[in-house]
Antibody, heavy 124, light 110 residues
Framework: QLQLQESGPGLVKPSETLSLTCTVSGDSISSGTYYWGWIRQPPGKGLEWIGSIYNGGTTYYNPSLKSRVTISVDTSKNQFSLKLNSVTAADTAVYYC????????????????WGQGTLVTVSS | SSELTQDPAVSVALGQTVRITCQGDSLRNFFANWFQQKPGQAPILVIYGQNNRPSGIPDRFSGSSSGNTASLTITGAQAEDEADYYCNTRDTSGNHRGVVFGGGTRLTVL
């Protein structure tokens, strides 16, 4: 059974970098034709796609966050990671990692496996 | 990037049928996926593609699409269906390749 688990600091200071890791178990992150993505949800608000990475290293980001986001993969650890720099209070959210399907090499919205999410608060 | 619009809230009487809609230009080219999210939980996929249900999703959930509008229908809503529902689809505006979510619809089962 594929499982995803987010980990990282729950509190980040304004202007610093938010760093999270998603550990995948139950299958190899390199197998299949899947993207591995990050989605966030501010308290009481909706879902926002942050970006995704393919097992070959191809990345796509939300245009509204692209200048601040980096997603990378470590296949040896079966993990992928999110870095969001220059954070503000508006980046306070539950951050989810998830697997989604690829079609023609492009990411689809079929997120079929999700982590439980981790709350990151931006505050001094 | 593209946008998807959902009604903020919808209600349905127990056992009745409810339709939750999602509008956006991307839906003319791509199918919507639908997610159910209950308080404090991660979203779960309930409908994907043209009208496919992942294993374990009851057959009272179905999806359809026409023009720029996708719909999630729950036939015979149950109390446990009370949740937030989100649509999403592919976003290929300009040179961008990604995903866009709707704002979500809170479903109340009366």
């Amino acid at each position: 059974q594929l499982q995803l688990q987010e980990s990282g600091p729950g509190l980040v200071k304004p202007s610093e970098t938010l760093s999270l890791t998603c550990t995948v178990s139950g299958d190899s992150i390199s197998s299949g034709t899947y993207y591995w993505g990050w989605i966030r949800q501010p308290p009481g608000k909706g879902l926002e796609w942050i970006g995704s990475i393919y097992n070959g290293g191809t990345t796509y980001y939300n245009p509204s966050l692209k200048s601040r986001v980096t997603i990378s993969v470590d296949t040896s650890k079966n993990q992928f990671s999110l870095k969001l720099n220059s954070v503000t209070a508006a980046d306070t959210a539950v951050y989810y990692c998830a697997r989604h399907e690829s079609y023609g090499g492009n990411p689809t919205g079929t997120f079929d496996r999700w982590g439980q999410g981790t709350l990151v608060t931006v505050s001094s | 990037s593209s946008e998807l619009t959902q009604d903020p809230a919808v209600s349905v009487a127990l056992g009745q049928t409810v339709r939750i809609t999602c509008q956006g230009d991307s839906l003319r080219n791509f199918f919507a996926n639908w997610f159910q999210q209950k308080p404090g939980q991660a979203p779960i996929l309930v409908i994907y593609g043209q009208n496919n249900r992942p294993s374990g999703i009851p057959d009272r959930f179905s999806g359809s699409s026409s023009g720029n509008t996708a719909s999630l229908t729950i036939t015979g809503a149950q109390a446990e269906d009370e949740a937030d529902y989100y649509c999403n689809t592919r976003d290929t505006s300009g040179n961008h390749r990604g995903v866009v979510f709707g704002g979500g619809t809170r479903l109340t089962v009366l």
